[in-house]
């Protein structure tokens, strides 16, 4: 698949990675709707890359919302064949906290927006691509979920976060197997230690050491690095099935 020729709908996609992704399925010429729950980023993400993306406020543990979403990026692009899973909170808290064990609702909760929505949205993405007309190989979409490298190597305090990016790790072999059948592809990104808002407010020596425990280059990762995996993704056809970390040889450890 050919950039410019991306109808993307892309969860989380008003800031950070997905913001990223919007930005460069944009400059290539292709399109996209950004699902997220920030109406001020939205207006201004709209305002910045102009016509070839629109905002639609989304929860994506709603599955009509999801559905609704799904069908109005349809309506406004014609089709959609690509969606890019986004979306997704930190929930950091040790399973035996100092003062109490971790309420099951915080952990119940960051399985319900990393995992449940990246499903929700892969299972409505899918049904709105097979109708698609197949283009070589037969392809008629590709679907990228976000996981992580602490679904591999969580840290204390990661419980909740390493089982949600390890649920997509798990569910991206056999969704692709299928979604085969409608020829769409379905692949993850387990991103390391990359550059946000929130590495962006620590102390610059928690910033240094952070970067210091990458083995090369030592550094945290660049949001445009995410999406020029992503953008790789979607136009290699014989990628499938695939979690690809994106980590700079990082290994993390325990704390």
């Known amino acids: 698949m050919q950039l410019n020729e991306v109808k993307a709908l892309i969860t989380g996609g008003v800031s950070g990675l997905g913001l990223a992704v919007a930005g460069k399925v944009v400059a290539a010429g292709g399109q996209a709707v950004l699902l997220d729950i920030n109406d001020d980023a939205g207006a201004a993400v709209e305002a910045e890359l102009g016509g070839a993306v629109s905002y639609i406020r989304t929860d994506v543990t709603d599955e009509q919302a999801v559905l609704d979403a799904v069908n109005m990026a349809v309506d406004h692009m014609g089709l959609i064949n690509?969606?890019?899973?986004?979306?997704?909170?930190?929930?950091?808290?040790?399973?035996?906290?100092?003062?109490?064990?971790?309420?099951?609702?915080?952990?119940?909760?960051?399985?319900?927006?990393?995992?449940?929505?990246?499903?929700?949205?892969?299972?409505?993405?899918?049904?709105?691509?097979?109708?698609?007309?197949?283009?070589?190989?037969?392809?008629?979409?590709?679907?990228?979920?976000?996981?992580?490298?602490?679904?591999?190597?969580?840290?204390?305090?990661?419980?909740?976060?390493?089982?949600?990016?390890?649920?997509?790790?798990?569910?991206?072999?056999?969704?692709?197997?299928?979604?085969?059948?409608?020829?769409?592809?379905?692949?993850?990104?387990?991103?390391?230690?990359?550059?946000?808002?929130?590495?962006?407010?620590?102390?610059?020596?928690?910033?240094?050491?952070?970067?210091?425990?990458i083995p090369f280059p030592s550094r945290l990762g660049k949001a445009e690095e995410f999406a020029e995996l992503v953008a790789h993704i979607m136009e290699n056809g014989y990628l499938n099935g695939e979690t690809i970390r994106l980590d700079g040889a990082v290994r993390l450890a325990p704390k």
Not at 132 to 146: A, F, K, L, M, Q
């Open 82 to 213: 690509v969606a890019v899973n986004c979306a997704g909170i930190i929930g950091a808290g040790r399973v035996l906290g100092r003062e109490a064990p971790m309420p099951l609702d915080f952990f119940a909760k960051t399985i319900q927006i990393n995992l449940v929505g990246s499903f929700n949205v892969i299972k409505a993405a899918g049904a709105a691509m097979e109708s698609n007309p197949p283009g070589p190989d037969g392809e008629r979409g590709v679907i990228v979920s976000t996981a992580s490298v602490a679904a591999y190597e969580g840290q204390i305090g990661q419980a909740a976060y390493s089982a949600s990016k390890g649920g997509i790790v798990a569910m991206t072999l056999p969704i692709a197997r299928e979604y085969a059948r409608i020829g769409v592809r379905v692949n993850a990104v387990a991103p390391g230690i990359f550059w946000t808002p929130m590495v962006d407010g620590m102390p610059d020596h928690v910033q240094e050491s952070l970067s210091a425990s």
